[in-house]
Every structure is written in C-alpha cells, then in structure tokens.
C-alpha cells in the first residue's frame, strides 16, 4: 500500500477514507493487508532537524501560491479583492500550523495537551480482509451516469481564458480523472431561459483528442455540442453539420448524445427543442436528443391534470427526443408511476427513459445532499435499477459559488439544498495539490455504480425479476423510502451474486 503523511495536533482528528483498486488481472483469492498508523517523530525532534527538500518545497508552494492570489490586483473590484485576501489569509494559516511551526504554536499556549495526547511509539494497526472474486466489472459502465462540469467555474476559479491552452489543460484533467469514477462527464455552459450548450471533449470532432476521449472504454455517453464550443469561422450550421458527419463514421458514435434544454416549462422552450434537434436529425437522423424535464408545457396543458400532463411529454415532443429524461422528484414514493412512463416510451423505435436528481426528492428519498446517510447516497443507482431506467443524467459535480482562485473557501450555492451540484472540491482548497478531491458522496456514486453491475450479471443468469428478488429479500433495497440504513445487506447481497453465478458456472 502507499505510504502518506498526516499532520494532526493533539485532540485533531481525522477521517481516513480508504479505496482499493482492485486490477482486472489479479488472481481470485483471499487477501490479508494492514493499515498502519505510526507517529513517525515527536515535536522537539520534528522541528530541531533542518527541513528536507520535500517540506520545503511544499512550503514554498504554499507561500507562492499566497503570492498568485493577492499579487495580480489591477483593475479588481473591492468583492474579488477580499476574496483574494481571504483565500491567501487561508493559505497562510495553513502553513502557520504546519507541522515546521508546531513547537512555536503550542509556546502561545494554544495548544492544550492531555496526558493522553502525548507522543508514544505505539501504532495503530487494522487489518483488512479482502475477497477478490472471480468475475470483472466490465470497463464500460453497463449504465450510463452522465455528470455535468461548469467549465465558467473552472475559468473563474482558475484564472483561465475560454479557448487558451490552459483552458484546454484544465479541462482535460478534469475529464481524465473523473472517469475513474465510472462516470461520462460532459462540460456545460448554461444560457437563457435553461438553454445549455453541453460537450464532452472541448476539440472539435477533426481533431485528435477526439477520439481519444470518445474511445474510451470506461466512457459510456458523450455529449456533442450544437453550436462550436471556442469560436471559430464557420456559423453554427456549418459547424453541426461538420461534427456530426465525422462522428457519425466512427464505431463510438454510438455513444453520442445532443442535450440541449434543461427542464422545459413551457410551449417556446419546447419549440426551441423541436427546431433544434430538426437542424441535428437533417444531418444525422439516427442523432439521439436527450431531454430533462418534469412537467409538460404550463401554457398549452397536454392532459386535465399535472401528471398526464407530464406523461404525454414522449407524445409531444415525438420524434424531436430519443433520451426522456425525468425527475425522481415527480415520481415520489409511488413506483408504480415508473411503470406508467415506462408504458410511453418506444424502446423499439430507440427511445430510452433516463432518470436525474437535482435539488428534489428531498429527505428520506435518495438523493446526493450533505447530511443524508451513506446507503441512502448510495440508494440513488439502486433506485434506477429498480425502476427501470436505462441512464442517468446529475447536472453539476461542480458548481459552488463564484470564486477568483483556486484556493478559495467553497461555498455552496444559495437556494440549493447542501450539497447539490457539488462531488468533488478543487485540491488547492486543502493543500498545494493540483488534483481534485473527491466527496463521500462521489465515492458513494461508484460503489452505487459497482452494485448495478452485479445486479446485472445476476440478471443476465436468472433473468430481472430475480434481481429485484434479491434486492428485497437482502432488505438492501424495497422502495425510495425503505432501504437499508446499514452496509451488511449489501455485503449479503454481492455474496449472494458471486455464490450462485459461482454455482450457475459450475453446472
């Protein structure tokens, strides 16, 4: 296992959040390991020796990045000045408590040590047991979790310009390691009335990276712009028409999806996607168009009630959207109502029916929000299996308030429950690494991914009704407010899986 450091003080604590890559080629078997926590030096010891390269470099990078935040302040408002001022003051207290400066920290009496808190030479072993199955997750998620990324929150943030070479770098290792988790991002950018232009790979469809992002395996969705992501010479038309007919020669094509409109509310925004996909299905008629929404048009009622309203959506926007994609919020706690949106989609015709949350189904619904359980974060992907649906679409993993630098305080957006719109936290906010951090809840998201897969291959031996079966005789999983508040019956469950499909293969 890799070696790290951690600095507390005493009476600090600290959360350790463990994950073990398993590799597709590791032989099956039982495997023992142990974590160890050891104090590696006392106080006095730590800041009588002269400093190693590597301290001194994070130092320096700390103290460096205080000057980047504060040093380019022409032309700033007042707002941006105090931001700047507040993140390079967050920066500098983070080096202040480091472990260099310890022994002058606790010389100001403010640190209270107990008797208990005094260094030993004892260490803190767990050992883990881990069971390495014979069967591998497949590479390419069997359901496609599509996350949105603001690229203005990474300009902002990050100080870089639309279209630069350093935009394109941030960019790409955002992409790069986001798909570690399983997940197709795609980058967003919102306009009017819930308008969004929507792109996974920010070069056009001539160019290289093209195929690179949408070659990959452990992608299963990409989003294709409609109108050109960075400006250029051709007119928007040109520009469709150009992507789709180099896409549509290559196998990942497949892949492709158009998301254009964000929750439509009423006839001018349904007209807006009509006229839209129309331009898209002159040049690709095969082209799937992805639409969110959870309530028909307001001004033109389909239905003599809310819920036919919503349900003659598909009918309505036929054939201008292959990708329907609905609100967990409108289904609620009845999901028996799954079963009648189901009832008008046309799978055969290549219609699919995806789900998303966003600041709705509230507490004790799954859903993505700060303060929910951990299985009920989970819960969101086991929802989906159960339900029915064949995707799924969250609209940001990274939309905080505006912020003028990297290391600024994350601030979640006003009017949203916490949490939502936000997976993962920018690295510079907690030290000088340059990668992202990922929430619990994102980590959740994976391992929700992973469950999925299992109840596939149990699907694929014993057919889908069985694998509700064991969803519900587990006690993992019975509805959007009944599941399991603890991990055994996930454990009981996966066990289940690899036994029988273990017996089924021995037959």
């Given at each position: 296992m890799p070696l790290t450091q951690l600095n507390l003080f005493p009476g600090e604590t600290t959360a350790i959040w463990v994950s073990i890559d398993v590799p597709n080629a590791q032989p099956p078997g039982q495997y023992e390991g142990e974590l160890i926590i050891t104090a590696t030096r006392d106080v006095a010891e730590s800041t009588a020796q002269f400093l190693g390269k590597s301290e001194r470099h994070q130092l320096y990078r700390e103290l460096k990045n205080c000057l980047d935040v504060v040093e380019p302040i022409d032309g700033k408002s007042p707002d941006e000045l105090v931001e700047r001022v507040n993140s390079a003051t967050s920066s500098?207290?983070?080096?202040?408590?480091?472990?260099?400066f310890s022994d002058?920290?606790?010389?100001?009496g403010l640190v209270d040590m107990m008797d208990e808190d005094a260094i030993t030479n004892l260490s803190i072993r767990l050992k883990l047991n881990l069971t390495v199955w014979d069967f591998v997750l497949p590479a390419t998620p069997s359901l496609p979790a599509v996350i949105g990324i603001s690229d203005t929150v990474i300009e902002d943030r990050f100080g870089v310009e639309h279209g630069s070479s350093e935009w394109y770098e941030a960019l790409d290792q955002h992409f790069k390691w986001l798909l570690e988790y399983k997940i197709s991002p795609y980058f967003c950018r919102w306009g009017e009335n819930m308008r969004v232009l929507t792109y996974t790979c920010p070069w056009p469809a001539d160019h290289p990276k093209s195929d690179e992002y949408f070659s990959d395996p452990r992608l299963a969705a990409y989003a294709v712009p409609y109108s050109p992501v960075v400006s250029c010479g051709d007119t928007a038309k040109d520009y469709l028409?150009?992507?789709?007919e180099i896409l549509r020669t290559k196998n990942h094509w497949r892949k492709a999806y158009f998301y254009l409109w964000d929750e439509p509310l009423n006839l001018e925004h349904y007209e807006g996607i009509r006229n839209m996909a129309g331009d898209i299905h002159a040049y690709a008629p095969d082209a799937r168009i992805m639409?969110?929404?959870?309530?028909?048009?307001?001004?033109?009622?389909?239905?003599?009630n809310n819920f036919e309203a919503f349900l003659k959506v598909p009918e309505f926007l036929r054939p201008h959207t292959q990708i329907y994609c609905t609100s967990e919020w409108v289904i609620g706690n009845r999901e028996d109502l799954a079963k009648d949106i189901i009832a008008e989609i046309?799978?055969?015709?290549?219609?699919?029916?995806?789900?998303?949350?966003?600041?709705?189904?509230s507490d004790p619904h799954p859903n993505w929000h700060l303060g929910m359980r951990?299985?009920?974060h989970r819960a969101?992907?086991?929802?989906?299996?159960?339900?029915g649906g064949t995707g799924f679409l969250y609209w940001g993993a990274n939309c905080y308030e505006k912020a003028t630098a990297p290391s600024a305080e994350i601030r979640f957006r006003r009017g949203l429950p916490p949490g939502d719109g936000v997976l993962y936290y920018p690295g510079q906010v907690f030290s000088s690494s340059q990668e992202p951090v990922a929430s619990l809840r994102l980590e959740r998201l994976l391992s929700g991914l992973q469950d999925i897969e299992y109840f596939k291959l149990y699907a694929s031996r014993f057919g889908r009704d069985e694998s509700l079966n064991l969803l519900e005789k587990t006690g993992m999983y019975q509805g959007p407010e009944r599941y399991t508040h603890e991990h055994m019956p996930i454990d009981v469950m996966r066990g289940e899986v690899f036994r029988t499909c273990r017996s089924e293969n021995n037959v």
């Open positions: 500098l207290r983070r080096v202040l408590l480091s472990p260099p002058l920290f606790s010389d100001n028409q150009q992507e789709v639409t969110t929404y959870y309530c028909g048009p307001s001004d033109s009622p389909l239905a003599s046309q799978p055969e015709n290549g219609e699919e029916w995806w789900t998303y949350v966003c600041m709705g189904p951990g299985t009920q969101v992907m086991w929802r989906v299996w159960k339900e």
